[in-house]
């Protein structure tokens, strides 16, 4: 027994031949199921009636323009989102003022809110039958059923995402940097673009990305401002929607393929964030004022 | 650079850090602020580096108020306790960064002319282009004072310079500090909780006990006279015995300590381990060996004296003394204050 | 006015607060303001609806089973994550956040195509007797899905940090890996599983996209409380659509406040530790 074991190191708990196959075979069989299939079955649906069929579903001008509508929202909301996350880190980490923490739980709020209800309560700024609805119709000024409707819902539901990626980095990282570039004579700006920004530029472009793929994949709230005008108003969650219930099953699917390309590449930009010390695994061994990840330049 | 400050106050939302500190510090000179945790050095230490805002007072470089002046302008090269170094920048962007956003314009070739020199007199040649993960703590101290110095402040301040090191390296870092201060003659403050390195380094000791000055002169005159009990106890061990003060002396076990300028009655009488002496016979207070602990230029004695006092004496390494045995302390000298 | 050290501070708390009055606050407040404009006897004749009342038995019904079987298989997977290493890990790792990644609208029409009657497992279950797709069973699995990392995510980093220490002072104890488990390794781990439950339970109960798709919407039975708030919004029925929506903002703040404070204390214990 003893020359056995020799060199191995003891079991910890759990490690028990049976306890580990049971689990591995547990999790990987209900992960199948519950998160490999659907993955599956969208490209096996996509293209199902063919590659050509796929393509002209695709090609479809209402897709299309849907894909547009899509991208164009994305490219207002999640710089606005990326402007504010900055500021708002700047600000809550950077220095000490009366109401911070609320400050902090009031920026996360939409995170918890359900998208149905960010869609009701923009009805209720912009609608008609909401606070300046009205006076919007007299001027001509058109919010709800149009682009800027969809923008303002999908800024609300991502308002977060930047924010709370920089926030606990920024935290972690105290003020010391930017005290000590301030007394060797730096400016404000130039503290933040030579001091502070590089130290979470990571962080950033993961709250970016996550930010970004909520954009383009947000159903909810979208569908509730947007009005779902075919060819007008329809983000491309909606226009899979329509197409679904239209019984285009393979055509929503070939548009559902596009956003979960979207999901496969957004994790894999997560996962490759995460290895430079990006997301979650970073917050307590940045704690540590001076440690960078070793080989990051040689 | 003379620094002065004036009645200086700082209170953090209820609790009041810094009670109204005067100092003044003169051009070239070495200064520790020392003092326990929470004494309010390092808070000291920021305002007049500018890192903090006085809430009363005033702060003079010079004959110029410094009071308002932003850090940015105040001209002051900061040591921070965990070093601050920029971990995206090697060591050479790092020491070159004050003189990149300076005013001041410098050309590139000037730039790496002076954080050679630099490099040079932190004896860190050769790791320009480290960066601070890729170095041992003791280099990344020396960085930082590189980086501080390259702006050519007027006062060079440090913030427990030494605190993140292991013992041999502080040693070592402490001699290089002090001559590189006298070779550029820079007036330099640095806080510190560590007696032994503020009295080992600085010119003058300036000792803090709850935010105000409890004691300040040369480290001669703090260890020989400290001026209070907490002064006393703070730069070192020491055993307190009670004592009846009579006519300018007190009697301890049938010697006579001369204990100037203290009134008559009960006293606190603090003797330092090396100040006591173990004789096995005489005039003294007889005592009880309960414990030797062999050092290496020194035996330390633990002993109880007959009113269960325990006492702590330092002996030469050659005095033969035993567990149980009963001898003498005599006293040689001694720190009195009024109880 | 206080003078600071470091410069910005004006306009980045500006901007913070202008952004967040303007994107945030302000429907957030047309809302209740809204439902508070309806009196409180109508306010409470709306809320309190057979139809509403069916509604958040079946949303909180639901969410409650999704978020017990991701309390479950949420602790095996990250346990299996941290503890065994097994070929294809790191991809194992990194699809747990597909749920988070993937658009609720696909996952809703790809969840139905695999549970619907005719669907891979669809078709098996239906067979035995078990219908999935526009039944409750369906809202919990799409809730189940769209809710899936969080248990995974907030337990992972504290399994990964605790000290080997502690279980070989147990197994130096005698104790067995059962015992080891449940009195040493459960406790430490219960503050960041009870804040993932909260989170997931939450999600659950806001979500929206996933589960129209697969829900079915019948009323009194497969109608959850988020659609009600749109159904009532496209019968143009707009107090009542406020009403409804106050409900699950409210819930949504009493869930954020449970989450704090667990994930507080979570907090808490990973530093002690």
Redesign the interface.
Same mark, same amino acid.
């Given at each position: 027994m003893s020359a056995a074991v020799t060199g191995k190191k003891p079991p910890r708990v759990g490690d028990s031949p049976a306890v580990r196959r049971t689990l591995i075979t547990l999790v990987l069989l209900v992960g199948a199921v519950l998160v490999l299939a659907p993955l599956i079955v969208i490209f096996v649906q996509a293209f199902s009636l063919g590659l050509s069929a796929f393509a002209a579903a695709i090609g479809q001008p209402d897709t299309l323009h849907a894909i547009f509508l899509t991208v164009v929202t994305a490219l207002i909301a999640v710089p606005i989102n990326t402007a504010f996350g900055v500021a708002a880190a700047w600000a809550v980490t950077k220095f000490d003022f009366p109401g911070r923490r609320l400050l902090i739980v009031i920026i996360e709020i939409p995170f918890s809110i359900s998208p149905i209800v960010a869609g009701v309560a923009y009805l209720f700024v912009y609608g008609l039958q909401g606070l300046f609805g009205p006076a919007l119709q007299a001027a001509d000024i058109k919010i709800l059923f149009a682009l800027p409707g969809i923008v303002l819902a999908s800024l609300f539901v991502t308002a977060p995402f930047v924010a709370r990626e920089l926030i606990p980095l920024m935290q972690a990282q105290g003020r010391d940097l930017e005290e000590a570039a301030t007394s060797l004579g730096a400016s404000g700006w130039r503290t933040f673009w030579s001091v502070t920004l590089p130290n979470v530029r990571w962080a950033l472009l993961y709250g970016v990305v996550l930010c970004n793929a909520r954009v383009m994949g947000e159903f909810g709230a979208v569908s509730v401002v947007s009005g779902n005008i075919r060819g007008q108003t329809n983000t491309l969650p909606l226009h899979i929607e329509l197409l679904y219930h239209d019984y285009q099953t393979a055509g929503a699917f070939a548009a559902a393929s596009i956003l979960t390309v979207l999901a496969v590449v957004t994790i894999i930009a997560k996962v490759a964030l995460e290895r430079r010390g990006a997301g979650r695994r970073s917050r307590v061994s940045l704690a540590a004022p001076n440690v960078i990840a070793e080989g990051e330049k040689p | 650079m003379k620094i002065r400050l004036d009645q200086v106050v700082k209170t953090f939302d209820t609790f009041r850090a810094v009670h109204g500190v005067s100092l003044e510090v003169a051009s070239g000179e070495l200064v520790a602020l020392l003092g326990p945790s929470g004494s309010g050095k390092t808070t000291i230490l920021r305002m007049i580096a500018g890192l903090e805002f006085a809430d009363g007072g005033a702060i003079y470089f010079g004959d110029q108020d410094a009071t308002a002046i932003p850090v940015r302008e105040r001209g002051v090269g900061f040591v921070f306790q965990h070093y601050a170094l920029f971990p995206h920048m090697t060591v050479g962007e790092n020491i070159a960064f004050g003189m990149k956003v300076s005013k001041v314009k410098r050309s590139k070739s000037e730039i790496a002319a002076r954080v050679d020199e630099l490099l040079k007199l932190v004896r860190l040649e050769g790791l320009g282009n480290r960066f601070p993960s890729q170095i041992s703590g003791g280099q990344r101290q020396r960085v930082a004072l590189a980086r501080a110095l390259a702006v050519d402040p007027k006062v060079l301040l440090l913030d427990e310079p030494f605190g993140a090191l292991d013992a041999a390296v502080r040693r070592d870092l402490r001699v290089w500090l002090r001559e590189i201060q006298e070779q550029l003659g820079i007036t330099t403050l640095f806080v510190t909780h560590d007696q032994e390195e503020a009295l080992d380094l600085a010119d003058r000791v300036v000792i803090l006990s709850e935010g105000k000055i409890v004691q300040e002169g040369t480290p001669e005159e703090v260890t020989r006279r400290p001026n209070s009990a907490f002064v006393t106890r703070f730069l070192g061990d020491t055993n307190r015995l009670q004592g009846q003060v009579g006519g300018g002396q007190v009697q301890l076990g049938g010697t006579a300590v001369a204990a100037p300028g203290i009134r008559d009655g009960k006293a606190d009488v603090y003797v330092r381990p090396a100040d006591l002496e173990w004789a096995v016979e005489g005039e003294g207070l007889s005592a009880t060996v309960t414990r030797v602990i062999d050092r290496p230029d020194h035996r330390r004695v633990l002993a109880k004296l007959a009113d269960g006092t325990q006492i702590e004496l330092d002996v030469p390494p050659e005095t033969r003394v035993l567990r149980g045995d009963i001898g003498v302390l005599r006293v040689h000298r001694a720190n009195i204050f009024a109880a | 006015m206080?003078?600071?050290?470091?410069?910005?501070?004006p306009?980045?708390?500006g #901007?913070?607060?202008f952004?967040?009055a303007l994107?945030? /606050?302000?429907?957030?407040g @047309? %809302?209740i303001?809204?439902a508070a404009s309806l009196g409180l006897d109508d306010y409470w004749r709306i809320i309190s609806s057979n139809r509403a009342l069916a509604s958040y038995r079946v949303t909180a019904g639901s969410a409650a089973v999704a978020t017990v079987f991701n309390l479950v298989?949420g602790m095996?997977?990250a346990?299996?994550l941290v503890?065994?290493n097994?070929p294809g890990k790191?991809l194992?790792d990194? #699809?747990?956040?597909?749920?988070?990644?993937?658009?609720? /609208?696909?996952?809703g029409? @790809? %969840?139905t195509?695999?549970f619907a009657a005719n669907?891979?497992?669809g078709a098996p279950l239906a067979a035995i007797g078990i219908p999935v797709a526009y039944t409750p069973l369906g809202i919990m699995?799409a809730m189940?899905?769209t809710s899936?990392p969080f248990v995974v995510?907030t337990v992972?980093?504290v399994l990964e940090?605790l000290d080997?220490a502690l279980?070989e002072a147990?197994?130096s104890l005698g104790g067995s890996?059962w015992t080891?488990?449940r009195k040493v390794?459960l406790p430490l781990l219960t503050p960041a599983l009870l804040a993932g439950v909260s989170l997931s339970f939450?999600r659950s109960?806001?979500?929206?996209?996933a589960i129209i798709?697969i829900a079915g919407n019948q009323p009194m039975q497969t109608e959850i409380t988020?659609?009600l708030?749109?159904i009532r919004?496209e019968e143009y029925d707009?107090q009542a659509?406020?009403a409804i929506?106050s409900v699950?903002?409210i819930t949504?703040?009493v869930?954020?406040a449970v989450?704090?404070l667990l994930q507080a204390r979570a907090l808490r214990y990973?530093q002690r530790s």
């Open positions: - | - | 206080k003078r600071r050290v470091l410069p910005g501070l306009l980045a708390l #901007i913070t607060i952004y967040v994107i945030v /606050a302000l429907p957030l @047309a %809302l303001f809204k298989f095996a997977l346990w299996v503890r065994y097994f790191r194992v990194a #699809i747990v956040d597909l749920p988070f990644a993937l658009p609720t /609208a696909v996952a029409i @790809a %969840l195509t695999l669907g891979w497992f699995v189940a899905f899936l995510r992972q980093p940090d080997p279980e147990a197994q890996d080891i488990f390794i939450a109960l806001g979500e929206f996209g798709f988020a659609l708030a749109f919004l707009y659509a406020a929506a699950l903002l949504a703040f869930m954020l989450t704090n990973t």
